[in-house]
Structure formats: C-alpha cells, structure tokens
C-alpha cells in the first residue's frame, strides 16, 4: 500500500492551516510557498479537502482557508478518503473488486486483519497531533 501525492500534501496542508490561530486564515499562495507544494496543484488539493468538508474558505476581499473543524477532530484517515474512496491494503478487499477466491483464501484474513488495524491507526491520529509533533521539530530545528 502507497499513500499517493493528494492524501500525503492533503495532510501537510492541514497541518499548515491548523498551525493558525483560530479564525485566521491562510492564501492559497502561503501554503504553497510553505509547504513546497505547486499552487496549481495545490488547487486539487483544497477542492479535496473542501469537498469533503474538512476545510472552508473565509469570506471577503482577501479570502484564505481555514479548517472546518477544529484540528482535534479530524484524523489521518479523514484525509486520506478525502481522496479515496476506502481503505484497501490489497486489491481484493476494495468494494469495486469482486474477488474470485472469495471464501476460500486464508490470505484474505490476514489482509483484512492488517486493513484494519492500519485503518485503526489512520483513524487514532489527529491533525492536532501532527500539529504538536510539527511544532516540536521546528524547535528543535531552532536550536
């Protein structure tokens, strides 16, 4: 299993909005320039996260984003099917595939097992989490 580029630079975005204070918003341009990640496709990355309402935009002349939740109550996993549709670790435990060797193969308990713990992990942390362990490095980073 691979994180791809819109869950991974997703995450690093919320981490960027939630290092605001609340209520204070952030340009497009800033996160870009932060982050490393190229404003175009960056664009992609808000509509993600927008469309699955993790993150708004602030009204008015300057309008930046703000997350829409506080960053305690959204997790990795949240993220992470802003931009899939669920969690497969293989192939064969996705709902699109329809497995031939389905209720005959061992493995496929394993898989399971393993989804679910990775699933219960992504679910276990929150942005606010990541925001502290950001926040640490960039002291030590400092020092």
Known sequence: MKMNTKVRYGL???IELASK?????IYQKDISM???ISYKYLDQIIAGLRSAGLVTTVSGKKSGYILAREPGNISVYDIFTAFNPGLAV???LSDEVICK???KCAAKYFWEELNDVVEKHLKSVTIKDLLMKQVEINKQLAE
């Open 12 to 14: 690093r975005t919320a």
């Open 21 to 25: 204070k609340p209520g204070e918003d």
């Open 34 to 36: 932060n982050q490393e």
């Open 90 to 92: 293989v192939e064969c």
């Open 101 to 103: 060797r389905e209720g």
